[in-house]
Structures are given as structure tokens and as C-alpha cells.
RNA sequence: GGCGGGGUGGGUGAGUGGCUAAUACCAGCAGACUGUAAAUCUGCCGCCGAGAGGCUUCGUAGGUUCGAAUCCUACCCCCGCCA
């Protein structure tokens, strides 16, 4: 494929779903130097799970490895326990050794699915840190000042507003930095949010005579809540662990003026695809929802398989856009006692109440009769209108439903 | 060491003796509509109770009062400022 690909890879990898690059020069130049470059890329093991957020930077190192760079993954055992200053960090409790490692695994199951393997080296934080004494700490401490870390945004604004700031998150950009120099990291990648910690990274590396890493920044994806950063505090995040079908509504349910957004970031939609696409929005010669499918079609893929995406549209389809029951339902056995034998049959009547928490279809009685009240709930295709049943209502099969999701299929105990 | 601010329902955050199961916003749930689990609109949103109503909740424990999230006491926790 010869030099074209080249250039228009370097196009790719230098624009597309990315916001800075520091030095943008100079990135250009290890590129060309022909070396094979060394990636950094780190993470906490406190919190396993990865959502979509994360990928977008994932999928930049994907970039970066096919055209033969190396990546070493670095796990934050150490700053894991000290926690990324983003706002109103809690003291997190210290996580043993052997939680460590689990999460560590959970996170490189799934960070694999994205990163290729073979191209990354993993080493960990402890293996340099665990040997820190206090006067490495001290030595390390002493190079930078606080108007230094008053930079941050973060911490500037928290200090001008008299909010706290624990010292040990002067420390986490410090032990970051320190983790390019043993590394001697070529680049160092992270959304915006990370600009700073990145940038400390530079300046120590440059301290002790290394050339300084370049600092490759990704947008921060915003969540299926439209307004926010996704992030699993927020709940606004999806897993790339998710099932399938779980994985598509998801995406069908961010707002449209996300769509194109996640489109650049997620999918390798050609860019000129990108444009029709964005060019049918606006002159509203499409309908949003159909792009939204593709979209959701695209990131099942990625992370399950076509056929799962096919079927997740196919369950979509059925289960939200013409409300017809799902393929499986869970089942609810109920004894004989409540097919009318024994106290129920003295009403003639099923308690729906009762059966809503039992089905787990609601937490609280009052929840379920306020579903109930609301005409959330109906039992094969007809809304119920009381919390009394009769009993012929319901027989082995029936298939109760609340609001679009929720339905539980009754059968009777063996 | 001194001074001050604060701990309220999943979150933010009102409320300074009864009208407060507790304003508002966000999130969540449901219904309608639809072009999707988008948007919009409407309703709901502690628990128990068929209902009337009852019970539990505003850091913890006591107390004052006919009555407290609101007053008092002690304790716990968080934060800022000045040294």
C-alpha cells in the first residue's frame, strides 16, 4: 500500500479524536525517525472496570501499535491508593495486595480487548516504588514547589474556592511523572483531564537528562447522560464487559447530538462517512435514529461480534420499538399455595402486589402499587388496573410485564 | 493554640419549634407522544396499610417541649481562616 497509507494514517492517528499534542513537532519526528517508540499508558487498579471512556484512548494506542510501537502498561499500584485528584477525592481505603492484583487482572481482561497484547509490555508501579525510601520521597518532592502544582487546574480552583486538598494528591502527579522517567516513555497518552499530571512527567524526565515524552490528549467522552464526563461514579458509563443487548440500548439511549461524537471516537467509520452522515443531520434527510443503530451496531462489534450486534438490533427492535416480549424471559416459579389452593383461593384472586416483589420486578409494596396506579404493569398484553387478579388471569406461562424492560414469565413450582 | 463554618432523603442543596415525609434541582421510575431506552409533555419518586391512617428518617446519644431537622447538653466526624 506504500506511502499513502502512511500519510493518511498519520492523519488519522494525529487528528482524529484528538485534542492536543505537545510537542506536536516533535511527535512528528520520533514518528519519522523510524524507532520504535516507547507508550505509556497507566492505570489504577482500584477500579477495574472499563467503559467506553477509556477507550477512546485505548483505541489511540491501537493506533499506535499497528504501526509498531511498543506500549508498556503500567499499573498504578502505588498512586491506586493515593487517587486521581479529580474533584473531591475520599480517602480511599487501602486496597490489600491481593485486590490489587485481582483488579488488575479484571482490567487487563477487558483492556485487552482493545490493545494488542502481544505489542504491550506490563510492568508495575512497585516495582520501583517498593524500594522508595523517605529520602527518595523527600528528593523527589523537593523539585517542584506548590505555585508548581497550583497550576492545576483542579487544584487552583478548589484552593481559590477554600475547598480541601489532601497533600498526598500533590503526590500523584509526581509519582505519574516519576513512572515516565523510569520508563524512559517516548509518549505519554490521557484524556484533557490528564494534561497537567503529563506535563510534570516532561519536566522530571527533563530534570534528569532524558529527552522529555510528548503528550498525546483525547477528549473526554461524555456520558449516556448527555451533559457529563463518563465516569462509573456518575453511572452514565457503559462497560465494555456489558452484553450485548445491554451495550446497544445504551447507546440508543445517548442524545443524538452525541451520536457524531461517538462516531469519531469509537467506530473506524471513515472520516468521509463521518461527513455524509453529519451533512444528512442537518438538513434532516435521515432520521437520527437510524445512524444511532449503526452507531450502536458498530460499538457492539467491537467488543462482542456482528452476529451479537445483529442480534441486539433484532431484540431492540422487538423489545423497545414495537414493546413485543423479549426472546427470554426470566422465569418466576410459584408454588401450588398461590394457584388458588390454599388462602388465595379464598379471595379468588392473586395478590399482584405480593407477585411484583416476588418476581423482583419491584423493591417495596408501595413501589409496586404505584406502578400499579401508574399502568406500568400488564399480564400477557393487558394493562391491570387493580392489585387484585383474578385467578384465571394467570395461568403457567402467563408473562408479566412493568413498564418497557421489566417482565417475568410465572410457572409453577415442581 | 485561637476563631469560625458545617454534617438533611441516591447526589447537590433549602429549611432555624407546629402549615415538614421535609422546598428546589439532578438522577431514577412510569405514562403519553414519537423518529430511539433521543427530545418533549405529564405523573410518581421512605416503609407498612385496601383505606382511614400508622411507623421510621434530617451525624450519634440524651434532654427541654403538648409538639423538634429546627432549642439545650455531651460526643463523633468534616472543612476553612489566623497563628
Known sequence: MGETTAVEDYGRLLRRGVVEIIVEEE???????????????????????????HVVGLRKLRQFQ?????????????????GDPSGESATRPMLSAEEVRANAETYMKQFFKVVDQEKTKVVWQSEWFGKFTLADVIALTS??????????????????LGRP????????????????????????????????????GRELQQMVGQPPQQVFLMPLLVG??????????????????????????KVMSIPDDLMMDYFELLTDVPDKE???????????????????????????????DEQAANEAEVAFERQVQR??????????????????????????????????????????????????AQGAVEIDG?????????????????VIRVGKRRFVKIGKAD
Open 27 to 53: 511527535l512528528v519526528k520520533l514518528l519519522e525517525s523510524g524507532r520504535k517508540l516507547r507508550l505509556k499508558q497507566g492505570f489504577d487498579p482500584s477500579r477495574p472496570d472499563i467503559h467506553l471512556g
Open 224 to 249: 449516556t447522560d448527555g451533559s457529563q464526563k463518563m465516569s462509573k461514579s456518575l453511572e452514565n458509563y457503559i462497560a465494555v464487559d456489558e452484553p450485548p443487548s445491554e451495550m446497544y440500548g
Open 382 to 398: 393487558k394493562k391491570v388496573t387493580g392489585d387484585r387478579v383474578p385467578l384465571e388471569e394467570i395461568h403457567d406461562g402467563s
Open 274 to 304: 463521518l461527513e455524509e452522515f453529519r451533512a444528512e443531520l442537518d438538513s434532516q434527510s435521515v432520521n437520527p435514529m437510524v445512524l444511532k443503530k449503526r452507531l450502536a451496531r458498530e460499538i457492539v462489534a467491537e467488543f462482542h
Open 66 to 82: 499497528e504501526l509498531g510501537h511498543q506500549l508498556i502498561l503500567i499499573v498504578g499500584d502505588w498512586t491506586a491508593q493515593i
Open 143 to 160: 523539585k517542584f514547589t506548590v505555585a508548581q502544582m497550583l497550576q492545576r487546574d483542579d487544584f487552583a480552583k478548589r484552593y481559590a
Open 165 to 200: 486538598i489532601a497533600i498526598t494528591e500533590f503526590l500523584y502527579p509526581l509519582l505519574q511523572a516519576y513512572d515516565s522517567v523510569v520508563i524512559e516513555a517516548d509518549v505519554e497518552f490521557g484524556g484533557t483531564d490528564q494534561k497537567f499530571n503529563c506535563l510534570v
Open 323 to 372: 414493546r413485543e416480549l423479549p426472546e427470554e424471559i426470566p422465569a418466576l416459579r410459584v408454588g401450588d399455595a398461590w394457584w388458588g389452593r390454599d388462602e388465595t383461593a379464598i379471595e379468588r384472586s392473586w395478590d399482584l402486589v405480593y407477585l411484583l416483589c416476588e418476581a423482583k420486578l419491584s423493591k417495596s409494596r408501595s413501589e409496586a402499587k404505584r406502578l400499579i
